[in-house]
């Protein structure tokens, strides 16, 4: 770091007044020992070829980084002075001085690597489990973070609780016990960053307690499967058929201690979990004192009637509810909850600790202040109707222009199933034209255990923006034999 003590003995050619107080944009650079003005320009160049200082940065003022230097202002504003004739800076009255655009073409000269671009994206996103994020209702979400810090008592902004922000935990626990009759109290409930940390406290609490396997669904997600190995558990899969899991195979697995289950809507397959395995799998859990674990990712998107309730009420004792906010509103909230029985409640916020990582104060409050408010109801309201169209209309350009392809699936959730004539839709899922439309193949989420069964492509509908989903709809169906 440039020092008072080498700017005054190095280059006693610049001489000015006393540095002004500190003050400006920080910035830290080293240099070799030498002439003070050389030392300035060679580690401004430096910092700029390394791409510390990328093309239209803000330096400090002459007077300001002269005060953090310790040298004289002139030594500076020199500096500047020569570096913009060489076209490394640019400068203009009333706009500061800044890292020239022109400058990452001497670095490329001078043989510096150059950070590569991002790879191209697809011209559509219709991945499955993608929300609509140019839907975010910014203006209210402002208010909520505006009402949440007004409120916020000093006590937040220190080391977060493991269960959650209490404000967070009252207001989802009324509403999950209105919207998906959820039954639980706030000390149930544990806030956590997403679904899957949920899971993978939930599942280092089970193999804590002794449970060596957990069985999952023959298609789900990989994360999630990948999230329980982690922790040392064995996930045996069980079938899915028509009418959802087959529970009644886990008599069969003796050395189970769990079920991880998306009863409302199977992903992928779009299927509901069948009523009598519903009661079936509770009664499971009760006989050998198993855990089921509900994944009730999009259980607010019904379209075709009322979303069917949760499981976690017909036992609370048995079932861990496990909900998020990525689908509702957006992944990058990183909002996600648990609703856990009595007795692992504490066991599991141990796993997290006093400083694990979890979602900040503000986020939590402002979703509490969100719920409360009545905010997010509306939004979900208005999110259900906008995906029921698009599904609508996904469904009825589909049927128009391939009668042979067939479309599977509950009407909910934000993506449907697509059987094309021919099969094999996993491979073409891989093939340029379909990649660009960035879909996936059922292959992608089938556990390794079980062999090839049926295909299909997971088509998502929810992630395009409003303007640009028409397009997304007639770039699909043309792919379609």
């Excluded at 700017?7 to 003050?23: E, I, L, M, N, W």
């Excluded at 050998?288 to 976690?312: C, H, K, M, N, W």
């Excluded at 979602?359 to 509306?378: H, N, P, S």
Aim: net charge neutral; aromatic share 6%.
């Amino acid at each position: 770091m440039l020092s008072a003590d080498e700017g005054v003995s190095a280059d006693t050619t610049d001489t000015d007044s006393p540095p002004a107080p500190r003050a400006g944009l920080d910035l830290h650079l080293e240099r070799p020992a030498g002439r003070v003005r050389g030392s300035v320009m060679d580690a401004l160049r430096d910092a700029i070829r390394s791409g510390r200082l990328p093309p239209g940065t803000r330096l400090p003022s002459s007077r300001a980084f002269a005060a953090d230097l310790g040298i004289a202002r002139n030594t500076v504003a020199r500096a500047y002075s020569e570096l913009v004739e060489e076209g490394w800076l640019t400068s203009q009255h009333g706009s500061g001085t800044t890292v020239s655009r022109r400058s990452a073409g001497a670095v490329r000269a001078e043989g510096f690597r150059v950070r590569r671009l991002p790879a191209r994206r697809p011209d559509h996103d219709l991945r499955p489990g993608q929300p609509d994020l140019s839907s975010f209702p910014r203006g209210q979400w402002s208010r909520a973070v505006k009402q949440a810090l007004h409120t916020v008592p000093s006590e937040a902004f220190g080391y977060a609780d493991p269960y959650g922000r209490p404000e967070l935990r009252l207001a989802l626990a009324e509403y999950l016990a209105r919207a998906r009759g959820v039954v639980c109290g706030p000390d149930n409930i544990i806030v956590c960053c997403g679904a899957a940390e949920g899971l993978t406290l939930l599942a280092r609490a089970l193999a804590g307690a002794g449970v060596a396997s957990l069985a999952v669904e023959s298609y789900g997600l990989p994360t999630h499967r990948e999230a329980l190995r982690t922790v040392g558990l064995h996930c045996p899969p069980l079938a899915v058929d028509a009418g959802g899991a087959d529970v009644a195979a886990l008599d069969g697995m003796q050395e189970v201690g769990g079920v991880l289950l998306t009863p409302s809507h199977q992903f992928p397959t779009g299927v509901p979990l069948r009523s009598d395995r519903r009661a079936a799998v509770v009664d499971w859990a009760r006989r050998t004192g198993g855990v089921i674990i509900e994944d009730d990712y999009d259980g607010e998107f019904r379209y075709d009637r009322s979303p069917v309730g949760a499981l976690q009420s017909v036992d609370p004792e048995r079932v861990v509810y496990m909900g998020t906010a990525s689908k509702s509103l957006a992944p990058g909230l990183r909002l996600g909850w648990l609703v856990l029985p009595d007795r692992l409640v504490e066991t599991v916020a141990r796993q997290k600790g006093e400083t694990e990582a979890t979602c900040g104060f503000v986020d939590q409050l402002a979703m509490a202040e969100f719920i409360r408010t009545g905010a997010y109801d509306k939004h979900i309201r208005a999110m259900r109707l906008q995906y029921r169209r698009r599904r609508e209309q996904l469904v009825d350009a589909v049927g128009r222009s391939s009668p042979a392809t067939r479309v599977t699936g509950l009407p909910a959730g934000l993506h449907v199933l697509l059987h094309l004539a021919g099969g094999n839709e996993s491979a073409a899922a891989q093939e340029p034209a379909w990649r660009n439309l960035a879909v996936e193949g059922l292959a992608l989420y089938r556990h390794p255990e079980v062999d090839v069964d049926r295909d299909g492509l997971v088509v998502g509908f929810a992630a395009p923006a409003q303007s640009a989903w028409p397009a997304a709809v007639e770039a699909l169906v043309r792919q379609l034999p």
